[in-house]
């Protein structure tokens, strides 16, 4: 899991890609020397080592992802969870609410995805 972490820089890049793909690697070298002011280099060592790492592909010279932004956020959501939290969604949603109350209509929506998710399991 170690692997799916993202530093900054990283985060940046890969938001590039997950705005614009599928791409073309030549324009993803375009699109990190206005956003990042990367050169060629820069752009495919990235690439390499997240390609590497299974969060993207090069196929034919063309970049595209293997775990969509949802699927990557929310292993990153599991992952703090379980570090921070013991794997307790209820203690994280406590932590949270006491630093910013929910609003009324965060929760109908967190109500909605119980009940949804209660209703699917029977």
């Known amino acids: 899991m170690d692997d799916m972490k993202l530093g900054v820089v990283e985060s940046r890049f890969a938001d590039i890609i997950w705005r614009n793909e599928p791409l073309p690697s030549r324009e993803l070298v375009a699109l990190c020397q206005a956003e990042l002011n990367w050169k ?62 929910l609003s009324e209509q965060e929760t109908a929506e967190i109500r909605r995805m119980i009940n949804s998710w209660e209703e699917g399991k029977t």
């Open 40 to 101: 060629k280099p820069t752009t495919y060592t990235v690439l390499r080592k997240l390609c590497e790492r299974g969060i993207f592909q090069n196929v034919n010279g063309m970049v595209s992802s293997v775990i969509s932004r949802e699927d990557f956020c929310a292993m990153q959501s599991e992952r703090f969870i379980e570090e921070t939290f013991q794997g307790s969604l209820p203690a994280f949603l406590a932590a949270f609410a006491s630093r910013k109350p």
